[in-house]
């Protein structure tokens, strides 16, 4: 059977997401994790994981979508607000790449990328790399990452291709009218992207897995999860690959205390009833397939 990667985002976030993904590695619901390496709360999360860290895998959630750089403002103005908060959109990164614009927005992407990574590496002996709202899909942003990880000399040891599978969803026609549009054309951008970045990808196609965590995003229950689970780990099966199944079990119950509370979107993000729901699925799917 191939191995489930049970993965929640965004720790380090603030501390009650923190607590509550601290609540599914309690329970053992969860083997992997990914580090916001910008949260002005990382050595205070760092720590409060700390008893965990045999059980859970800590990835690196390179970030250029929430909160503050890392970097000199100064040195990545595309990137930031006037106050040094990420207000560069991944449409724009993307439309940047493709205008004429590439080498400084790679340059200034690369520098914020070395910033993020070497904070992190106090935390972590390999590199795990994925991204906040999957940016690291963007063939510059990739770039720049495999770049700067490389500058450290330590061995990358996983990174997330987000090319979610779409034929289990396809199949299970009861569900069609659960998909979220939205989440659909996310699918079909990353599946695009992840194409483009298929040299880039090459060298680390083994140190990856097959993703699930898209298409059910906001809406990941236990009893979709359940449906869709073994035509997911089927596949990973035949690949010879885990299967990822990304997850966003911390939520808040205001957004004074988030890293960038103006960022809307992202308040949004963690308002939603869907953290709960989440949160929920990992609780009591831990123990039948963990």
């Known amino acids: 059977m191939a191995e489930i990667i049970f993965h929640a ?10 607590e509550h993904i601290l609540d599914c590695c309690r329970e053992g619901a969860l083997n992997s994790l990914s580090v916001l390496p910008n949260s002005p709360h990382l050595t205070a999360c760092m720590e409060m ?32 607000d ?25 340059r200034q992407i690369k520098e914020e990328m070395r910033a993020q990574i070497v904070r992190m590496l106090p935390y972590v002996e390999s590199l795990r790399i994925d991204s906040h709202q999957h940016y690291h899909m963007i063939p510059v942003v990739l770039e720049s990452i495999l770049e700067a990880a490389e500058e450290t000399g330590r061995e990358i040891a996983f990174i997330r291709i987000p090319a979610e599978p779409v034929r ?37 196609r083994n140190k990856s897995a097959v993703f699930f965590g898209i298409v059910l995003s906001g809406c990941m229950d236990l009893k979709r999860v359940e449906a869709l689970l073994p035509a997911f780990r ?10 990822e ?36 699925m990992l609780l009591k799917i831990s123990g039948r397939t963990l």
């Open 9 to 18: 985002d965004d720790y380090g976030a603030n501390k009650e997401i923190s």
């Open 234 to 243: 089927k596949i990973a099966e035949r690949k010879g690959l885990p299967l």
């Open 82 to 106: 006037e106050r040094g908060m990420f207000s560069i959109s991944f449409f724009k990164v993307l439309l940047l790449s493709f205008i004429g614009k590439r080498a400084e927005l790679k």
């Open 49 to 80: 994981l700390e008893p965990y860290r045999k059980s859970a895998a800590v990835s690196i959630h390179c970030n250029l979508a929430e909160g503050p750089c890392l970097a000199d403002p100064a040195q990545v103005p595309w990137l930031v």
């Open 245 to 280: 199944v990304l997850c966003h079990p911390g939520g808040v119950s205001s957004a004074a205390d988030l890293m960038d509370p103006k960022n809307q979107d992202c308040a949004a993000f963690y308002l939603s009833d869907g953290r709960k729901t989440e949160k929920t």
């Open 168 to 204: 289990p969803f396809l199949r299970r026609i009861s569900l069609y009218r659960t998909y979220r549009p939205i989440n659909l054309v996310k699918n079909i951008v990353l599946n695009l992207l992840s194409h483009m970045d298929r040299n880039l990808l090459k060298p680390y």
